[in-house]
């Protein structure tokens, strides 16, 4: 396998309407994912500020890497922050975070502040993850199931043959719909196997773009039955990297016959977005307001 | 919560699913499983939740299929002594 | 009477003749993309090696997962049976048969009589074959064959927790940043795969002896892991990823007598 992979774009973003010094309560979350971390900071639960950037070799560097560049021309400093909550891959490591609490938790609350009370079910894709939560309309966890053993319904399952077709990460989704019939999904789920099968039909002389959309459709598929184990209830909302596939998400939504919520921010921030908020209240339930 | 612990590989689903609104924290699976696969602690799910709840290890989450390989032979399954030992019924297993 | 058994795999395609229950010749060609001219290839091959012609051949029998690909072979069996035929035959007292191929890992029980009595396949996810060890020696940047015996040189292992074959790509790599020993992590590596081939084992039940075949047999360093995990010793054939031809051939000649 090549060393450089295909990774969405790093990015920051500074809220144009709110301001940190009227703030009472300052609070951030820091993911550090297992390609992609994201530092998220509120103020006074409102979004103030937000970058996502390459996870390094190490996580308390990315961590570090990923609060600095959020804070950037900001002027706030990380000693004036109230509360840090970290989350992300296996048992992460921010150590100027107070307290970590895992990714569900996280998630489900990131996305109830996204997309509104009104979302039941989340389907986070990451980069080696993916994780299927039903949720109420606070955004408390009432079912989750998280599958990252196997690189199938991953982002790296889709990496590979981003890097087997050679199509930039933000082509994988319009290139794989250029074509004049859905084929037959891929038969193998292992992301192996599938790739020689992919190999073999490159040789029959299929297009690329066939040959994406059939991987894109094997893994909408796979996705779809993951869903179904903890049952899909409305309103279903997508987050992370795989939001911003196309290919994948509309294969998801034929496939279980409901339309995911529209984005308004980056759909990688959920999880630090969903860290800030518990940072937020663990803040004023100290302060006795809860 | 209904917590799935496990995952899918090409080879099927696997997971143990532990219904935390049934679990009392009384640690009866933990002494019934001859793997050690599972434990009792924090709700890791739910930050304000202070009862103990049970778990599968970190270690197992993601080999469960084999880790449980002992209590399900190929042929011929017993009854597995973890839901056995659940009075609640909290526990269930997908395969 | 000469008969020829062809073990058509995904990876390569492995031919034997026999001479009255005598291994005459042997070859293992490429399968590449396209099987069917790889058996032919193979048994090209085989013959040319035995000093014989086609005709000379009483019977032909195919296995492997491209067995219907061999168009030339007049009966299939299925690689557990092949399996259980070889190893039956060259260790009598073997009740339980590990196969470690390219793509796939089998388990199988046979009772005195080599009939198998049970089995286990694994080929749905690639870490549980020989895929696994050659994705990692690429990653290390060392030859497969070269595995085997730097693995023994380890003295502590370095725990891999990726269970996928892509994922744990991208661990040892991280490893191998972490400057970890090379040998530590070719340890890993097989103890890693060895763990999953025993629990499939467990599974079906270790009943002695047991015996081990297909290609990942000929790494040492997995044949120590795997010993290691079951506490078991491991009897192994002196072309170990030959048995399933030798079971297909075994077949032909049970066919070619009448049977």
Redesign the interface.
Known sequence: MEKEYWRWPESRWTSPDVDWKDGDIISAGVDVGSVSSQAVVLVDGNLYAYSNFRTGSGSPESAQKVMDKALEETGLTLNKIDYIVGTGYGRVNVPFAQRTITEIACHARGANFMYGPTVRTILDMGGQDCKAIRCDAEGKVTNFLMNDKCAAGTGRGMEVFADLLSVPIEDLGRLSFEVDKEPEPVSSTCVIFAKSEAVGLLRKGWPKEKVLAAYSSAMAHRVAKLLERIKVEKDFAITGGIAKNEGVVKRIEAELKIKALEPKHDTQIAGALGGALFANALVEKEKGRR | MLAHYGYKDGSGEYFIVIDTDKCDGCEECVAACPCGVLEVGEDENDPFREEPVARVTEEHRKKVKYSCGPCKPASGRIPLPCMEACGPGAISHSW | MNVAGLDCG?KNVKAMILEDDKIKAKISVLSG?DQKAAAQEALDKVLEQAGLKKDDLAYITATGTGKEEVTFAESTITEVGADAKAVSFLYPSVRTVIDVGA?EGRVIKVNEAGKVI???I?D???AGAG?FTE?MA??LEIKLEEMGALSLKSQKSVPI???????A??EV??LI?AKHAKEDIVRAVHDAIA??IA??T????IEKDVALVGGLARNIGFVDSLKRDLKQELLIPENPEYSCALGAAFVAAEKAKGG
């Open positions: 995904v993309f793509e049970d089995f286990a694994n749905k996810c690639a895929t994705t690429r990653a927790n990726a269970q996928c074959v892509v994922f790509e991208s790599v991280s940043h763990d999953r629990s499939m467990r599974s079906i039940g």
